[in-house]
Structure formats: C-alpha cells, structure tokens
C-alpha cells in the first residue's frame, strides 16, 4: 500500500518512520508542513490522487493545550478543519483515514476510566478542536479509524518524561501533579498498533490505544512494562527510580494549574489482549 504520514517530525510520526524499516511491504509519504501543509485543502487533494494514496496516517495536531485558549483559530485550523480536507481527499480516492485523537474530548470528571462509548465531553479549546476533528473525519471518509490515546512521549520532541528528566538535573526538587491520572503512551507502542491496523486491514470506528506504560532506551538500554495508571507524581516517581535520581518529588493538586484534568485515563471496551490477538503486535 501507498501510506501518507503527516506531521512525520512529531513523537509519533518519527516512530512511524522507525517501524517503517520493519513493514517495508508498503511505499511511505512522509511529510511535515514543508512538504505538505494539510491545512491548504487543494494541495491535500492534488498530492492524495498524484501519489495514489491509499492510506492517510494523520500524526499533524496543534497539541499546546493551554497555549490554545488565546491560539483558537489556529488550534481549529490544523485539529479541525485540516483533518476534514485529510478525510475528504482519502475519500475521493477510496482510500482509509487513520486520525489520531485524545482523551481531551472527555473533560475528566469521571471516576472510572473512559472507553470508546463514553460520551463526549470536551472542556477546553484543545479537547474541541480534536472532537470536532474526529467529527470531520468520520463525516468525511467512509473508512476512518479514530484513535484516542494520551500521554504520549518517546524519545523524540518535547514531552513529560523529557521534561522532568532535565529538571531533575536542574532542581533541587520537583512539585508535580499527585491528582491528576493517566495511562502514559510510548509512542513507538501506538506506531505499532496503527501499522496492525493497516496491515490487518482497516476496520472504521474509533479505538481507544492508551494501556501500555513503558520506559525504554531513552532512559536506560533495556525495556521496562508495568500495565497500570499513574498519578503524575508516581509517573515521576518511577522515572526517577529507572534513572537512579534522588531527587525529591513534593506533590501538588492540580487546580493550582489551568486546564488540568484530574482523570485521563482510557481503557479499551475490547479490552488489551483482544485488540493484540487481533492485530499480532
């Protein structure tokens, strides 16, 4: 298959380059805003039929979540409205869509984890834009695969497990969130799935992909897995047990921030083993 991978310089559009070496059955467009600016819906169209894509991974998102309050019309532009032309132009060739979400849409005030039936419930400009661009996609392309996830880090670009790594060597202490929980992502894991899905074949819905926590090279030479949710400050807590820091972790609720939610977890109805047993990864 022809594979389209926008935003190919983020967290996950890199590990989609890194697993590309081992699916190497399929010809890749990887592209970022020079390449291709998703956001200009004629180029969208003309490179979709020029190439004969036949898959479109869309890794491209305005992902500043705070920053989006005062960036709404930007912020809307690239989660929004930029997806749609992605679905549109995916649609015009019969090809499939695979749009990456966040468990944004939901405004984390429940008390158990959400799954793929949950409501919708955004609470910030970030969490509305994603909704309304799963939306667009679903609207726009007959076979669309909208995955949540959250938390996502890696080892490239900016993320938590990066961050307070480097201020664990810059402070003397660190105040992180105790209040707030999720399931933590590695990117490379979510690369995977989403190669399953393509490889086993593109099956439209949405899909909840959020359960692994793993810490790997870029912290130490070998894989760690632990299948649970973290607070924030735990979340830190075990990173800084792999990287031997003793550095002091002093926990702080997160109202104290804006736009925090307290719950972020996202569990699969289907449930981790059955989504592995079905795409073998």
């Known amino acids: 298959m022809r594979i389209l ?8 559009g890199n590990e989609m380059q890194v697993l590309a070496k081992e ?10 805003v020079r390449e291709l600016d998703i956001c200009d819906e004629q180029a969208v169209r003309a490179f979709v039929t020029e190439n004969e894509i036949d898959v479109i991974v869309n890794c491209a998102a305005y992902t ?11 912020c809307d532009k690239l989660n929004h409205v930029a997806p ?12 499939a869509i695979i749009q990456v979400s966040t468990d944004y849409v939901f405004d984390g005030t429940a008390h158990i984890p959400y799954n793929e039936d949950e409501p919708t419930c955004p609470a910030s400009v970030y969490g509305f834009t994603k909704l309304a661009g799963e939306q667009a996609v679903a ?9 949540r996830t959250a938390w996502l880090y890696s080892i490239y670009g900016n993320n938590f497990v990066k961050t307070m790594m480097r201020l664990g060597r ?19 894991d979510l690369a995977s799935a989403i190669y399953a899905i393509i490889n086993k074949g593109v099956v439209p819905g949405i899909i909840i992909s959020a359960m692994k926590v793993s810490v790997h090279g870029m912290i130490l030479r070998r894989q760690f897995i632990v299948w649970r949710v973290l607070s924030l400050a735990k979340y830190v807590r075990f990173i800084r047990r792999i990287i031997r820091q003793k550095l002091p972790v002093r926990p702080i609720p997160y109202w104290i921030r804006q736009r925090l939610k307290p719950l972020s977890i996202l569990k699969s109805r ?3 083993r059955a989504l592995r047993v079905a795409w073998h990864y």
């Open 5 to 12: 991978v926008t935003g190919a310089n983020g967290q996950l």
């Open 170 to 188: 810059e402070r003397d202490n660190l105040g992180v969130v105790f209040d707030q929980v999720g399931t933590p992502t590695y990117a490379n």
């Open 64 to 74: 500043a979540v705070d920053n989006a309050e005062d960036n709404r019309e930007l």
């Open 84 to 95: 749609g032309y992605l679905a549109r132009a995916a649609q015009s060739r019969g090809a």
């Open 23 to 32: 699916n190497p059955q399929h010809i890749y467009f990887f592209t970022d």
């Open 270 to 272: 289907i449930g981790k």
């Open 139 to 147: 609207e726009g392309c007959e076979k669309a695969v909208i995955i």
